[in-house]
């Protein structure tokens, strides 16, 4: 069951506005037109639809709120960061589907008001970057974007702005700090970006894969999508599968496909013997063998401990020395924060520093407890995202592989011969 790379797994499909066309491209967009921004907002609340970036916040309602706010102009933001590591789903859309996200965007812009798209694209994304580019000329050239679409009352363009490489440009706020020319640093919510969004005006902002759906709901109907995958947060899922694993790639599974399912049938199987999965990026908890029959939608992820984040699911098999994989995400976090406040910026860096001295065989048992606590105070005290999830990885690594890290510290070295230092 394919929503999204339905297209793209057609012989002979291209990015090309013709392609797209002949498999009923820009229909949603035509039906858009025909009927009130009220009766296509009940679609959208109907189907459920919850945002694919990484928070799984309901659709319907974002947009709702973007709707009935009463300040012009109103923006439509399109959130293709893509910075998770782990994550590459949203660029095979713009590079394999471009129209798809465009015609999503103008019904987005009909629904709630707005006459203003932006694309705010990663910046080392250069073919999906060029081929966006192209995609909004032919559109406009065909009046599916521009002044009175398709002969109707409603106008709306499509810009693309290009970030600078930040992973935390990709949570909301920073990015629109980062749109408006600023340094890209979150904002104190509330007030969300539906009331005082780019420019402070009411914005809907959206992850790539989200939007992707809302064509074939248009067409489909709200209740259509409500019975595909699991009744809590359903649809399809594209599912980034990487590391240990025989086939990676991304997959279009309905939600609520079990890990194991998703690994074996779909991934080909783990290469070597499986040590833990991150089902949602390096700000997710580790599974592990244990987990794998977990069903892969946000609320039954969630219950088992993790998050489904943005669908990057890294596999990492038997010859990985846990505490060198920790480490390397402390490294990362510890890169991208943005160090406006001090638990994300001073807590990256002690636990960089403190899983760096395990692996050099200068580390402190204590300094186990220490990184749970830190972990707590961070997601307690962080402004956003970045610095609240930015030690699961690690506690949850130290708690399903104490021994490892217990066996490296009092060995003063890695007894897999891994780390490397
Ligand atoms: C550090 C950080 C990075 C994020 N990066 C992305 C990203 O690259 N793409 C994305 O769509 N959402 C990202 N998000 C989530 C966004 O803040 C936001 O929830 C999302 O874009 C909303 O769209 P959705 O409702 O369609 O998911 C990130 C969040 C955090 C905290
Ligand atoms: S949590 Fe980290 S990345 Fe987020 S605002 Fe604070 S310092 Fe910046």
């Not at 015609?103 to 694209?121: F, L, N, P, V």
């Not at 939608?297 to 699911?313: E, I, M, N, Q, W």
Request: charged share 25%.
């Amino acid at each position: 069951m394919e929503i999204i790379l339905r297209n793209i797994h057609k012989q002979g499909y291209s990015p090309d506005i013709s392609s797209y066309i002949t498999e009923g491209g820009y229909k949603a967009l035509e039906q858009s037109l025909e009927v009130k921004p009220g009766h296509l907002l009940s679609e959208i609340k109907l189907s459920k639809l919850v945002g694919r970036g990484g928070a799984a916040f309901p659709t319907g309602l974002k947009w709702e709120l973007a709707h009935n706010a009463e300040e012009y102009p109103k923006y439509v933001v399109c959130n293709a960061d893509e910075g998770e590591p782990g994550t590459f789903k949203d660029r095979i859309i713009m590079e394999r589907d471009p129209h798809l996200l465009l015609e999503a965007m103008a019904i987005c812009g009909r629904i709630i008001g707005s006459t203003q798209g932006i694309i705010y694209i990663r910046g080392e994304y250069f073919d999906a970057y060029e081929i966006l580019k192209k995609a909004i000329l032919d559109a406009e050239k065909r009046k599916f974007l521009g002044r009175n679409i398709l002969g109707s009352d409603f106008s709306f363009n499509i810009r693309l702005y290009r970030g600078a490489g930040a992973y935390v440009c990709g949570e909301e706020t920073a990015l629109l700090d980062s749109l408006e020319g600023k340094k890209g640093q979150s904002r104190v919510k509330p007030p969300f970006p539906t009331f005082t969004g780019y420019e402070d005006k009411p914005t809907a902002l959206n992850n790539v894969e989200t939007l992707s759906n809302i064509p074939e709901i248009v067409l489909k109907g709200g209740e259509w999508f409500s019975k595909i995958g699991s009744p809590l947060s359903p649809g399809t899922k594209l599912y980034c599968l990487s590391g240990n694993i025989h086939k990676p790639g991304v997959y279009e599974l309905p939600t609520g496909t079990p890990l194991s399912e998703l690994l074996g049938k779909y991934g080909g199987g783990v290469e070597g013997k499986l040590k833990a999965v991150l089902p949602g990026g390096v700000s997710s908890s580790f599974l592990t063998d244990r987990e794998l029959s977990v069903n892969m939608d946000y609320p039954s992820v969630a219950k088992a401990g993790s998050a489904l984040g943005s669908g990057a699911v890294i596999v990492i098999n038997d010859t990985h020395c846990m505490v060198d994989i920790a480490k390397r995400c402390t490294e990362f976090f510890a890169h991208e924060s943005c160090g406006m406040c001090t638990p994300c910026r001073e807590g990256t860096k002690r636990a960089k520093e403190m899983l760096t001295g395990i692996t050099q065989g200068s580390g402190e048992l204590s300094s186990l407890e220490l990184l749970r606590d830190m972990r707590k105070v961070m997601y307690d005290t962080s402004r956003c995202g970045l610095g609240q999830s930015a030690l699961n990885a690690v506690v949850s690594a130290i708690e399903k592989f104490r021994d490892e890290f217990e066996e490296h510290i009092a060995a003063k070295k890695c007894n897999l011969g891994i780390c490397s230092g």
